[in-house]
């Protein structure tokens, strides 16, 4: 393990954990490498959601070196019931409270347009008393009308967050219905333009919303994405996701692998606290390293699953199989990047099979939380195409992995769509009634995992 520490940077860490041993023959090497960042966004050593300070993010000596750009669906369809613009206009006001002063921010109404409608002129303000205080008068008279274009939201913001000279630029999005009025490769057109310029937190409200766009926004530009089935719980939400944007203290880290020659990469993946696959967004540093976007960082940890298959070896021959680093670029772009902290891997060959047949507990367990993720998915397509004995079985599994692995919040979700049997053998039968709100929350927190116990 290694760390690196600047002033304005948080430390680093980075921890391997894997079994390192192969059998003659042996190829493949899982890896589980835990990165840990502290001293960013804290106050006195606490992380944000556990500090009692009224006002998170205003610790001594912080800059607010952000901007944050706040999308409000405007439709028609916002109107039905007339609560739910209510709460959003609410939700959006405790987000500008709960802003960092001196940050940049902005507030977006968005329909099959996009209009800037605080402060407007494609500008963005300077938080503090004042401003918040104008913002939440724009607020005030957004209306529901008109349709949904949700990639013309995402350019706006783009365009705008690119304008500030800051480190941290981040988007929060709220929409109540399907993307209907662009075609579907534009709002693809309009996520690959905006990937890796900022990051952004899609929320879904009521139940008329498709899962599979909100998620996909969230998993695009490295964000968080969750249903609020209640329109009254979006308040508390959207506090909770300012907190956390306001507690970020640096952007655009990299997960970079390098490989010797002869070394495959399978794949690279978030495991903890949710599954995205990371695989296909590399981007090629040197002729044997690759960049995997991970996002901004305040005082957190993750977990990512690495698997390399390493050339045939004999017995008693060992060798390097990646290198992990953690990749600060140079601000001004024309510097070198920082390394922030680093790993190895490894792979031994060795003739004892206990050695080499033994599965590393966190590799097993981010195995089984990657696979529950899946089959959740693949059973509920399955239930809404008819198919219910497919349902049943992939059900089934994800209830005995998530029992396995102690994911309780996953085992509840599971439980308001299925009667569990028996949970050690995924035993289970379909409910013959699920409300709507119900399978669309198991749906969009089935990526969400529970860490190993250690």
């Known amino acids: 393990m290694a760390n690196f520490s600047k002033s304005n940077v948080p430390q680093f860490s980075v921890e391997v954990y894997q079994n390192e041993f192969l059998p003659e023959g042996g190829r493949e090497v899982n890896a589980i ?79 099959h347009v996009a209009k800037d409608v605080y402060p407007g002129n494609g500008r963005l303000a300077v938080a503090d008393a004042q401003t918040k205080d104008r913002a939440k008068d724009a607020l005030r008279k957004l209306s529901a009308g008109g349709g ?57 409200v009521g139940t008329d919303w498709e899962v599979k766009e909100v998620t996909g926004i969230a998993a695009a530009l490295l964000g968080t994405a969750d249903i609020v089935a209640d329109p009254a719980g979006l308040a ?50 040197n002729p044997r390293a690759g960049d995997y976007p991970t996002g901004s960082w305040g005082d957190e940890s993750r977990d990512y699953h690495v698997c390399v298959l390493v050339p045939e070896a004999g017995i008693g021959q060992e060798m390097l199989a990646a290198r992990v680093s953690l990749i ?25 099979m206990v050695a080499s047949t033994s599965i590393n507990p966190q590799v097993a367990h981010y195995t089984g939380q990657a696979e529950l993720a899946h089959v959740i998915q693949e059973g509920l397509d399955a239930r809404k195409s008819g198919d219910f004995d497919g349902a049943t079985a992939k059900l089934g599994r994800a209830v005995q992995l998530a029992s396995a692995s102690g994911n309780q919040d996953t085992a509840k979700l599971l439980s308001k769509v299925v009667d569990v049997v028996d949970a050690a053998t995924g035993t289970v039968r379909l409910k013959a009634k699920v409300a709507e709100a119900d399978e669309m929350t198991l749906e969009t927190r089935s990526t969400k995992t529970v860490r190993v116990k250690k």
């Open 33 to 111: 490498v835990t990165v840990t960042s502290t001293g960013g966004g804290t106050t006195g050593g606490i992380p944000l959601a556990d500090s009692a300070a009224p006002t998170p993010g205003y610790g001594p000596g912080q800059s607010a070196d952000a901007a944050v750009v706040l999308m409000v669906d405007c439709s028609g369809s916002m109107d039905y019931p007339p609560t739910k613009m209510r709460n959003a206009r609410d939700a959006t006001a405790a987000a500008i409270d709960t802003l960092r002063e001196g940050t940049r921010f902005a507030v977006v109404a968005g329909t």
């Open 236 to 285: 508390a939400d959207f506090t909770r996701m300012m907190e956390n944007a306001m507690g970020k203290e640096v952007a655009d880290v990299a997960l970079r692998l390098w490989t010797p020659v002869g070394v495959e990469i399978r794949f690279v993946k978030q495991v903890a606290p949710t599954v995205a696959d990371l695989t296909g967004r590399r981007t090629e540093a």
């Open 328 to 352: 600060l670029p140079d601000p001004s772009g024309a510097g070198s990047p920082q390394t922030l902290s680093q790993g190895l891997v490894r792979a031994v060959w060795t003739d004892d």
């Open 148 to 204: 949904t274009a949700i990639g013309t939201w995402l350019r706006l913001a783009d365009r705008l967050l690119g304008a500030a000279d800051v480190s941290i630029r981040h988007g929060i999005l709220l929409t109540d219905g399907r993307n209907e009025h662009e075609a579907p490769e534009d709002l693809r057109a309009a996520l690959d333009a905006c990937a890796g310029r900022f990051t952004c937190d899609a929320r879904g």
